[in-house]
């Protein structure tokens, strides 16, 4: 059993040194955090939701400081961890499951691939899943994908994912279940190397045989130096990848987009009213920004989306929209107490209450060790002091 120096929740704070500050409208608790060990990236691994129950998973290796770069030991072994929540995000234990493969090399989803001995190779997929049963879950990431039946306490895999004709798959969780044998996947994929530059476009791909086989259906947008005006042909970075995706009570299938074309970083909405075969643009959510949304449905037309804000001040911060994503209010800061730019990925699912809880990785002057924690948000007021009135 491994021995964790510091795990963290709301709970027992105080009694590691750390305080948090809270609001009526805005909490934040720790999730996951041991001095030794970076952990980061909750948007590569996933977040799952049973009511106010919630399990998320994560990236964790040894703890080296790096500067400008991510200050994990790209040498030492990795893993990847998990933690649940069965009250709603305010308290979470954490979880080893060591049929999940580790990746080679944390944050490059291409190169994830199996190394660690006794770990399963992928195979083809039986089929069969039932992608409705109240206790399904789903964990896909890079090529492959796992499931399981008891609300990720076993999981079964890992699975092959066709290629799509295309080199490189840098999938992340994000499916839509339609009925028990069919279901709809957005990830990214390329056909360049990683030698030719960043570059990666999304793709809606489905299931109607329970994950036998999987058909591509659409891409999402289009190439994405399409998307930046003057770019050069061969730009790179270039790449609009790690959708978020809810669907509205119309219908409507809405993905947050990261993007980025050369210098420029931005997210935009995308949306489709005829079940993923056709997509339109809805416009920029956040400009400037390097982080992917977590994007939510808050009811009817309603969202929010909340990203991780790596200029300063450093911190996790958030939108709403009303009409669906046409329109966004100001920013608003939920914190701003992050050490270093190194920080975000979030996820998020919405309690029973209404309150969105946001989970990503985060370094403080009081926790430096990047850390998983989570920010529990009251949508319904107003959320946090607007981003202009602090900068």
């Known amino acids: 059993m491994r021995a964790y120096a510091c795990i963290l929740s709301v709970s027992v704070l105080l009694n590691c ?18 001095p030794a060990e970076f952990a980061g990236w909750p948007a590569n691994e996933g977040l799952w939701q049973w009511g106010d129950e919630i399990l998320v998973g994560f990236e964790v290796s040894a703890y080296s400081e790096h500067g400008d770069n991510h200050n994990v030991d790209r040498e030492a072994a990795k893993r990847i961890a998990f933690a649940r929540s069965l009250d709603g995000g305010l308290t979470w234990t954490p979880e080893e499951h060591l049929e999940i493969a580790p990746p080679e090399y944390l944050g490059d989803p291409s190169r994830y691939v199996q190394k660690r001995e006794g770990v399963a190779e992928p195979s083809p997929s039986p089929g069969g899943f039932n992608f409705v049963d109240p206790d ?36 992340r969780t994000n499916y839509l279940a339609v009925d028990a044998a069919t279901c709809r ?64 009570e119309d219908g409507t299938i809405l993905a947050a987009m990261r993007d980025r074309v ?13 079940n993923g075969r056709t997509w339109e643009d809805r416009g920029v959510i956040v400009d400037n920004n390097n982080n992917p949304i977590a994007l939510v449905s808050l009811g009817g037309q309603r969202l929010a989306a909340a990203y991780g804000y790596r200029g300063l001040p450093y911190g996790i911060r958030g939108k709403i929209s009303e009409d669906g994503g046409r329109t966004w209010s100001p920013e608003y800061i939920l914190r701003d107490d992050g050490r270093e ?49 602090q900068e």
């Open 17 to 34: 040194g750390f305080a948090l500050a809270q609001s009526p409208d805005v909490q934040h608790v720790i999730v996951y955090a041991n």
């Open 136 to 171: 399904f879950a789903m964990k896909v990431r890079g090529s492959t994908f796992y499931v399981s039946s008891d609300r990720g306490h076993h999981w079964q895999g890992p699975y092959e994912l066709p290629h799509f004709d295309m080199k490189i798959l840098t999938a």
């Open 185 to 248: 996947l957005f990830f990214s994929a390329s056909n360049t190397t990683v030698d030719q530059g960043e570059y990666g476009r999304t793709m809606m791909a489905e299931t109607a045989d329970g994950g036998k086989t999987f058909q591509r259906i659409a891409w999402l947008t289009p190439d994405p130096r399409q998307l930046q005006p003057g770019a050069e042909p061969d730009v790179t970075p270039a790449y609009t990848l790690m959708p978020s995706v809810v669907k509205l």
């Open 262 to 274: 050369g210098r420029h970083k931005w997210n935009h909405l995308v949306a489709s009213t005829d």
């Open 341 to 389: 730019w190194d920080l975000g990925y979030p996820r998020a699912a919405v309690r029973s209450d209404g309150r969105i809880v946001i989970v990503y990785y985060y370094t403080t002057e009081q926790i430096p060790p990047n850390h998983i924690a989570a920010t529990i948000w009251n949508p319904r007021n107003t959320p946090a002091t607007p981003a202009k009135a």
